[in-house]
């Protein structure tokens, strides 16, 4: 589509959603933010990452927060408030999509599934559409400011941030602190600071609408398990296992596609921040879960953008939503429920929201269109989660690598908990399981090279290596409270220790070559 045609689009998307917003009956439509296009290419403005976006301050940081704070602190029966926003309890209607009698009567969010990458994109931008409109006000009262026109332009081009934790799983900077210095039309303001927890407005919570969250405090929680240097290594790794093993959008996106995948280290992030960020009934109300999902779908938008724009190929039996039965097929042509499409009338599906750009943004390691696409951003991949060393194009020669290789059937699992594998005594892969949904069988592959490397072993001797992972490798499975759980308490557990070997790319535009897939010893087999 031409960049003129894409403005008639937006122009028509725009009046069509004023109708919606100005009568304030009927759904909402979903089309995220439509301002601040590259007027020369047509391209949209992207997510940045939040700490850059603390780093360089200025009208966009100031708009930020203040956006994120109008939001927080609508009234809670505002539909565009962050109360209603959030998904999680209160369990209710929102766009008038009730509950299937079929389904889970829990939220509208699928996880392992194939759905849960294009489910959040389409939940994001309605709530970037959502941020977007209160940013717009707010830089209306620096019009008689100095910097009035920064504050225009920035209105027009901010989008959600990124909080990058496979680079970096520390939490942000800018969301540790309670209270936050921001700049208003007047001089500084002191704000408490919407990235660092949200206040309820009704509490103590209504047992009704929370149930079994009477002892939640006044605000949203974090207390973290462990250190960020103990999981940064065990998240890069496993998210570059993803980009360059993993060749089916399936698998990428969910634990459900028999292989490592994204939603794997997802899950290891929420449960390493812990708190109320850790249970799917309550982690959305906390505004680093916005950031915390924008790094997900920036994940998957760059691998999709590595692997030839791929989308859902296979369909699969969802385990029950909210409104979706359980054993109804899903395919790319599913609704995405409750988020209809411009017209109000028609569901977004896996197809319609395909693409960052048709929600009007994109991500600064995306190249946009053109020739040699699938390199470059390949390129950016190797450079941020690669091992340059392992990867280097000065050798073509193959070399031995190990992976744990994991499958369970949840519904054996205590939930929510944990499966972390041990290299004598250092952690070397954890697999986190979240409280939703309760059934399905989850896959996962935790590399095991980091660990390896710290042993006192020559891992150029395979059978050294071997050796050595056969006798000091151990499972360990934990519950949030620090139960342990005995594995064979867990019929359908299976743990293999896997070797293959791995060709270094010739170039730095490609991924490493994965062959000759070898289990080396079942650690855990305890039922089919």
Known sequence: MSFKARKFVSARIIAMTVAYVNAQTGPVPVIGMTTGFDQATGRPPPRMNINTLDQEGGPMWNLLIRGLDALQNKPEDDIRSHFILADGMPYAPYNDVGPD?????????????????????????????????????????????????????????????????????????????????????????????????????????????????????????????????????????????????????????SMAGSSSSFESPHNVIHNYVGGSFSSLDLTSFDALFMLHHCNLDRLAAMWTASHDDQLQAASFTSQGLYSTAQGEIITADSPLKPFYQADGKTFHTGKTAQNTEAFGYTYPDIPFNGQGRNENIIVQINRLYGNRAKNSTATSRPRREWFIELRVEKANLPLPCSIDVYLGNQLAGRTQFLNMPKTGLAYDELPLSRAISRLDVDDKNPGTVERKLISDTHVKITQQDDVTIDIRDIPSLHINIVREDVTPPSTESEFPLYSNRHTVKALVENGL
């Not at 009698?101 to 970037?128: D, F, N, T, V």
């Not at 100095?146 to 332009?153: F, G, K, L, V």
């Not at 602190?177 to 949200?198: K, R």
């Not at 969250?213 to 790794?237: A, C, E, F, Y």
Request: net charge negative; glycine share 8%.
């Open 101 to 253: 009698p079929k389904g889970s009567m829990r939220g509208y969010c699928p996880h392992q599934s194939p759905q849960l990458i294009s489910w959040h994109r389409a939940y994001l931008a309605l709530y970037e559409q959502n941020f977007g409109e209160a940013i717009q006000r707010i830089a209306v009262e620096y019009t008689n400011t100095t910097n009035a026109s920064a504050y225009q332009d920035a209105a027009q081009k901010l989008r959600l941030p990124y909080w990058d934790w496979a680079s970096d799983p520390a939490l942000p900077p800018s969301s540790v602190e309670e209270n936050v210095t921001v700049g208003g039309p007047d001089g500084d303001m002191v704000l408490h600071n919407p990235l660092y927890s949200y206040r309820w407005q009704t509490y103590p919570l209504n047992g009704t609408r929370f149930p079994g969250q009477g002892s939640m405090g006044p605000t949203t929680t974090r207390d973290g398990h462990g250190n960020s240097s103990d999981i940064l290594g065990l998240v890069k790794d496993s998210v570059y296992r993803t980009f360059s093993s993993v060749t089916t959008y399936d698998q990428m996106a």
